[in-house]
């Protein structure tokens, strides 16, 4: 049996989707909300023949990824995060890259020679690859209102692969690659109005209201911090509010931080659009941090160590 292993976020959604529509196949799905990334070890061992990782990090999925190599099963990972020492094994196909202007679903779209090109547009701008996607756009000379189209599409499903749990999102990840592989084409669904694209759109912009008027804890030239309360809507928008404010003032970094259960914060840290780099090194100073160098984040980060996390990320941009 073959397992698709996948981010729940627009980028391993979209790239599942390319694939899949390239190459059908029956296969298990393994995804969970963004932040669910340790989902390789999920895979039924005793089952699976192949699998296909997309768009979550090796090195916090090496442990599955032995055990799965270890048993001879045939593993191709396509990711575009902070791998780790990479096993060296006949059975794992690799396809990797850090650089912070792409994303897995780039990497799908290079794959397939842009087969649904437009699919990946979309991933790119909901990953906030926005020059990415705009060379895209030029490339095949889609319109800016067909541009605006795939950008808001990529954004809300991203938009939906934040929570603490699966019932905190409006579609769980699965569900809504299911309803997405059926169509070539995403215009196909912008132009049904009762489609998904509409449902999260209304959706989108409910929650971005109440974001929108949030309290700052911290303003700087260097680093905004913005905080959100513990709702099921501040923890679906706290990736792509962050995003939104990235690209409002690209000269800084953007936090957002979203109250737990537990009185502690969710971080989502966005670099400086202008200078994409630090993030990750930033957030893995952190006991539950990690990420991308452009995109990162805390899952657990106590009350007491903002000015920490502050001062760290001060000192690092100055």
């Known amino acids: 049996m073959h397992f698709d292993v996948f981010n729940g976020d627009a980028d391993g959604i979209l790239a599942l989707v390319q694939l899949r529509l390239a190459q059908p196949m029956h296969s298990e799905l ?3 909300v963004k932040r ?4 390789v070890k999920r895979v039924d061992i005793d089952t699976a023949t192949s699998v296909t990782v997309l768009d979550v990090s090796m090195e916090k999925n090496i ?8 048993k001879g099963i045939s593993v191709d990972y396509i990711d575009h995060h902070r791998p780790g020492d990479i096993p060296q094994a006949e059975n794992l196909s690799v396809t990797i890259d850090i650089d912070p202007n792409t994303c897995t679903s780039l990497l799908v779209n290079e794959r397939l020679n842009e087969q649904y090109v437009y699919w990946a547009i979309a991933a790119a701008y909901g990953d906030n690859m926005t020059a990415s996607a705009d060379t895209l756009v030029a490339k095949h000379g889609l319109s800016s209102k067909q541009a605006e189209q795939l950008k808001s599409f990529g954004i809300y499903i991203n938009y939906n692969g934040y929570g ?14 299911k309803l997405l592989v059926q169509f070539d084409n995403p215009f196909d669904l912008i132009n049904q109005p009762d489609s998904v694209y509409h449902q999260l759109a209304k959706a989108y912009q409910e929650d971005m209201a109440k974001a929108k008027a949030s309290p700052v804890l911290f303003d700087s030239d260097i680093l905004s911090v913005v905080e959100l309360i513990d709702e099921p809507w501040s923890r679906r928008v706290s990736g792509v509010y962050g995003n ?21 914060y969710t971080v989502s840290l966005r670099a400086p659009l202008n200078n994409k780099q630090g993030a990750g090194d930033i957030c893995a100073q952190f006991e539950t941090g990690g990420g991308r160098a452009a995109a990162a984040g805390i899952n657990n980060l106590p009350k007491d160590q903002l000015g920490k996390f502050i001062d760290v990320v001060a000192e690092y941009y100055r």
Do not use: M, W, Y
Not at 36 to 39: A, N
Not at 165 to 177: I, K, R, S
Not at 244 to 264: M, R
């Open 30 to 32: 393994i995804t969970g």
């Open 63 to 70: 442990e599955g990824l032995n055990a799965l190599l270890a």
């Open 36 to 39: 669910d990334i340790s989902l």
């Open 244 to 264: 939104e404010l990235a690209n409002q003032a690209p000269h800084k970094a953007h936090a957002v931080f979203t109250l737990n259960a537990d009185d502690t």
């Open 164 to 177: 603490r749990d699966v019932e905190d999102l409006h579609f769980a990840p699965d569900q809504l690659f």
